[in-house]
């Protein structure tokens, strides 16, 4: 049974697509379409990531220590743990393991933000995880 959930929106860019890497102004709105994290604390140290389309997307486990996260062969976990670093860096946090399951409707590769808003689900669920 999850202690808690974090919901995440995807967006859409009504100005046009990646200009903000360009330094140009985005008018960002929120759809309906999401991603949802149900997340229970654990005590031993690891990140069990499942996510709810098990056929499509492999379960992920590490320990909350030390991880690498391959850029060169992306995986949807790395989205995960890119929030979970960063909260976990810039916080100095402890290791408190998680459990995590994740359902995203968010179609990915669509322009929608699918891994913005896993980076931001995970980053929301690390930081009430070490409240």
């Known amino acids: 049974m999850p202690s808690f959930f974090a919901r995440v929106p995807g967006r859409?860019?009504?100005i046009g697509e990646h200009i903000d890497y360009c330094g140009f102004a985005v008018l960002p709105?929120?759809?309906?379409q999401d991603m949802i994290v149900a997340v229970k604390v654990n005590?031993?140290?690891i990140l069990n990531l499942v996510n709810f389309d098990?056929?499509?997307y492999k379960k992920f486990s590490t320990s909350t220590g030390d991880f690498q996260i391959d850029i060169s062969s992306p995986q949807w976990y790395h989205y995960f743990l890119c929030g979970y670093?960063?909260?976990a860096e810039k916080c100095k946090i402890d290791d408190t393991g998680m459990d995590v399951l994740v359902?995203?409707?968010?179609p990915p590769s669509?322009?929608?933000s699918s891994s913005s808003a896993l980076v931001c689900a995970s980053a929301l669920a690390t930081t009430f995880a070490h409240r």
């Open 103 to 106: 359902k995203g409707t968010v």
């Open 85 to 87: 670093k960063g909260i």
């Open 43 to 45: 005590d031993k140290k």
């Open 54 to 56: 098990s056929k499509k």
């Open 110 to 112: 669509a322009g929608l």
């Open 29 to 32: 709105m929120a759809i309906e």
């Open 12 to 14: 859409v860019n009504l």
